[in-house]
């Protein structure tokens, strides 16, 4: 069927060879319009129709698919759009607070971060994370975090901020002539009581606070020095120092008579297993006739031979020559002449005497 053309007041009706009907409808409009078509072969463009236009301007278009985020602004030299989901390479450009969830360099290529033109941070292609210069450094060990001191004061390290933004702690170097490590707690003196702790596998090892250094769970609380715990966690190494105590005793009558020292004191020193004592003992006026000793020695006596020793350095009894030993598995100090007899308390009646001993305890 042949095209037909149906003129009609505002209309044109052009019939095909189907059965449709295309209508070039004119919109009432006020003057004159003129529709200028292509003069060359070619296809028009519906409003309503998905098309590709090629080599065409479009002078202020309105596009709706990126219009609704925004005006785009395309470059005014030849350059390549970077697609959202393309993978592209960016040089020379400010990005305003970007959300970055990964960082990647080119293989067998350094990562590194700039600060005013200077870079601030390098990870070196064996994951090593640099802070201050480009290189890691250090032929012993390379570790896998290095910071550079300030050129200016020597220092560099961590540090660690608490939720009210106080100091907590510092770790880090000092080189000024030599090299320092410094470990530091409250390094502003802000809080009361700080302490730096040491924890192995679980276990608190040590703790530093401003009394000096305690040993296991103890806790230093007066001058300066180590502290042991008030309980002994004995090591079975022959090396290893795991007790130091300081304090005082009272000698008391241990012969079974029943005797009153009224005025006798003591003090010891135990340094690992080794004891040392000495004493002051105000003997009453007695008429007994048994050994003397006294008991109360602050820790049991190893029961080992050879686990006595000590000297007599003053005395009231006008005897010289008498020699305290200590009694095995007991807490009993016991006195002999030099031909290793008993002193008896009728010896001593009314007196007084000083003695020093040193023994292992168990």
Known sequence: MATTVTLKPNAIDLSGS??????LQATAV?????????????????????????????????????????????????????????????????????????????????????????????????????????????????????????????????????????????????????????????????????RTVFTVDGTQTAQINPFGIGVGSATPTSGTGITFPATQSASSDANTLDDY?????????????????TGSSGRYVKIGNTVFVNAYVNYPVTSNGAAVSFGGLPFTVANIDANHAGNIGLNGTGKANLFPFVGPGLTTVYFRNESNANFYNVNISGTYFQFTSQYVAA
């Open 30 to 194: 006020a003057g004159t319009t003129t529709i200028t078509l292509p003069a060359a072969t070619d296809t028009l463009v519906g409003k309503a129709t998905t098309d590709t236009l090629t080599n065409k301007t479009l002078t202020a278009p309105v596009i709706s698919t990126i219009s609704n985020t925004g005006t785009l602004t395309l470059p005014t030299s030849t350059d390549t759009l970077v697609g959202r989901a393309t993978t592209d390479t960016l040089t020379n450009k400010t990005l305003t607070t970007p959300v970055i969830s990964s960082l990647s360099s080119a293989s067998a290529t350094a990562l590194t971060l700039q600060s005013a033109g200077t870079t601030a941070v390098t990870v070196d292609t064996s994951q090593r994370v640099i802070v201050g210069y480009t290189a890691s450094v250090g032929t012993a060990y390379q570790t896998n975090i290095q910071v550079k001191g300030n050129s200016a004061s020597g220092y560099a390290g961590y540090g660690v901020t608490t939720s009210n933004n106080e100091s907590a702690g510092l770790f880090g170097a000092y080189s000024n002539g030599e090299n320092s490590l410094w470990i530091a707690s409250d390094p502003d003196n802000l809080r009361a009581g700080s």
């Open 18 to 23: 189907t059965s449709g009907t295309t209508t």
């Open 245 to 261: 105590e300081e304090g005082t005793w009272t000698p008391v009558d241990a012969s079974g008579a029943g005797l009153s020292l």
